[in-house]
C-alpha cells in the first residue's frame, strides 16, 4: 500500500507594525522549522497563502515577504487564493470600520505577478481557486512564464483592474 503524506502550512506573515488580527499559530520561522521536518520525515509540504492580506497599504510589503518565506520552504506545493472577508470576523469589523483598507484587484494582480516573476522553486501551483481573478493550476517553474503571461494580460484588459475592491465570496 502506497500511503501519501502532506502537511499544509498556511502563511501570514503579520506586518511588523500592524498587530494583525488574522492569526495561523505559526510564525515564519516555526513554518521553515516545520517544513524542514516534514521534509526529512519524506512529508510533502503543502503551503497556502492569501493574496490581499496586507490590504491596500501592506500589499507590495507582504508579497515580497510571502515571496520570500516560499523559496525558503521549497513546498512541493502552493495554494494561492484572494482574501475573502468572512462575516462575522475580526477582520470583517475592521472592514466596516475602515480600520482595513482591502487590497485593489489591480494590486492583487499585482501580487501575483511579483510572485510568479520571483518565486524560486519546484513546485506545483493551485492557483485555481474559486475566488482568484486568473484561476491557473499546473507545475512550476514549467509554467511559471506563462501563467506570468497570463498575469500580464489580465492587469492590461481586465476592467475588473479599475474597481475599488474584489467582491470575493466568502466560505
Not at 116 to 122: P, S
Amino acid at each position: 500500500m502506497n500511503v501519501h503524506f502532506a502537511i499544509c502550512i498556511v502563511i501570514n506573515l503579520n506586518l511588523k507594525e500592524e498587530n494583525r488580527k488574522i492569526y495561523t499559530g505559526m510564525t515564519p520561522e516555526q513554518a521553515i522549522e516545520g517544513a524542514a521536518k516534514a521534509k526529512e520525515a519524506e512529508i510533502e509540504v503543502l503551503a497556502s497563502f492569501i493574496f490581499g492580506l496586507g490590504g491596500k497599504y501592506r500589499s507590495k510589503e507582504h508579497i515580497i515577504e510571502t515571496t520570500k518565506l516560499l523559496n525558503i520552504l521549497q513546498p512541493e506545493e502552493i495554494a494561492p487564493m484572494v482574501l475573502a472577508v468572512q462575516p462575522g470576523t475580526p477582520l470583517a469589523n475592521e472592514v466596516k470600520s475602515g480600520e482595513f483598507i482591502q487590497a485593489t484587484p489591480l494590486q492583487i494582480l499585482e501580487e501575483e505577478e511579483y510572485l510568479l516573476e520571483n518565486l524560486n522553486i519546484n513546485t506545483v501551483y493551485w492557483g485555481n481557486h474559486g475566488n482568484n481573478i486568473k484561476p491557473m493550476k499546473g507545475n512550476l517553474p514549467e509554467m511559471q512564464c506563462q501563467f506570468l503571461n497570463h498575469i500580464k494580460h489580465t492587469i492590461k484588459t481586465n476592467p475588473i483592474t479599475k474597481e475599488d475592491i474584489l467582491l470575493a465570496n466568502p466560505w
